[in-house]
């Protein structure tokens, strides 16, 4: 091959990779020109997101948020079912553009995904047992402990328990929280671990015969909203509406419905994000208490 034929070829395809590259829509593109979002939740773990047994309808805190967001940036919504094993997985092959289904922050989950700033939920597990069955964590060693499939909990579980004792939990994962928790009830397990608040939830009546082992929460967390990696544009542009709903209120009206004293869910800790001064400057906003 000639040399000025080489030195052509190259240019060519230098011309069509930088056309290529300079036409590519960002995320924030796509969805604002597709006029919907869509956005990944869960149905399985109230008060975060589940079905309600009486109108039928997606509910929950995460989707009351999901709500707000599509609100604010314009767009109609298309909530798509996700778990615990899609949750990440369809933000990586793009089936959905926002996953807003209880993601705790990890190191892990960071190389697989983005996240929206800041995290939007204070959390952290507790153990479920029979009441007065189990006094401490320490008397977990060597008993069978319960989780959600793909929960985090099923590495940290054990890492806490062996904390107080060399004695090593048998570990079971079951598809959601109420599983696990009929599980427990049938004594097929000895304690389940989940996120406080939706242990709580998922407990309901059956509270009174049910305790958080020692009343100790552990592995605290964060959630934050799950956006694809690689997309700045998309990414920024839903932490900014996010800011913005911590700074005019529109967190703080769906935290009262779902966490307040008088919500569905109360919580007697506060699980509201807090925004440090020198991250987010006169962003920065003092919770009531």
Same mark, same amino acid.
């Given at each position: ?60 805190? %995460? ?6 967001? @599509?609100?604010? #940036? $314009?767009? +109609?919504? &298309?909530? =798509? ?113 989940? %996120? ?6 998922? @407990?309901?009546? #059956? $509270?009174? +015969?049910? &305790?958080? =082992? ?76």
């Amino acid at each position: 091959m000639k040399r000025s034929t080489a030195v052509l070829m190259l240019a060519a395809l230098f011309l069509m990779s930088f056309v290529a590259y300079a036409s590519a829509e960002s995320l924030l593109d796509e969805v604002t020109k597709r006029g919907v979002v869509r956005i990944g939740h869960g149905n399985t773990t109230p008060p975060m997101n589940y079905i309600d047994e009486k109108s039928g309808e997606w509910t929950g805190f %995460d989707v009351d948020l999901g709500t707000e967001i @599509a609100k604010k #940036l $314009g767009v +109609k919504i &298309e909530r =798509v079912l996700v778990d615990n094993k899609t949750r990440i997985a369809f933000l990586a092959n793009r089936s959905i553009d926002i996953s807003l289904a209880n993601i705790s922050q990890t190191r892990s989950r960071e190389e697989q995904m983005d996240y929206a700033e800041p995290p939007y939920f204070w959390t952290g597990k507790i153990f479920y047992a029979k009441k007065g069955k189990i006094k401490s964590i320490k008397d977990l060693g060597s008993k069978k402990i319960g989780v959600d499939q793909g929960s985090n909990a099923f590495i940290a579980a054990p890492q806490e328990i062996t904390k107080y004792t060399n004695k090593k939990p048998e570990m079971l994962s079951f598809q959601n929280s109420a599983e696990g928790f009929l599980a427990l009830k049938q004594g097929k397990i000895d304690a389940y671990s989940q %996120d406080a608040q939706i242990m709580a939830s998922v @407990a309901g009546s #059956l $509270g009174e +015969k049910y &305790e958080a =082992v020692g009343g100790a929460i552990w592995s605290p967390g964060l959630y934050g909203i799950g956006v694809p990696e690689n997309e700045s544009d998309w990414r920024d542009k839903i932490s900014f509406i996010l800011q913005d709903m911590l700074k005019d209120g529109t967190y703080e009206k769906i935290y009262q419905k779902w966490f307040g004293s008088k919500g569905i869910s109360p919580l007697p800790i506060n699980a509201r994000p807090r925004l440090p001064k020198d991250t987010f400057g006169d962003m920065l906003y003092v919770w009531p208490d």
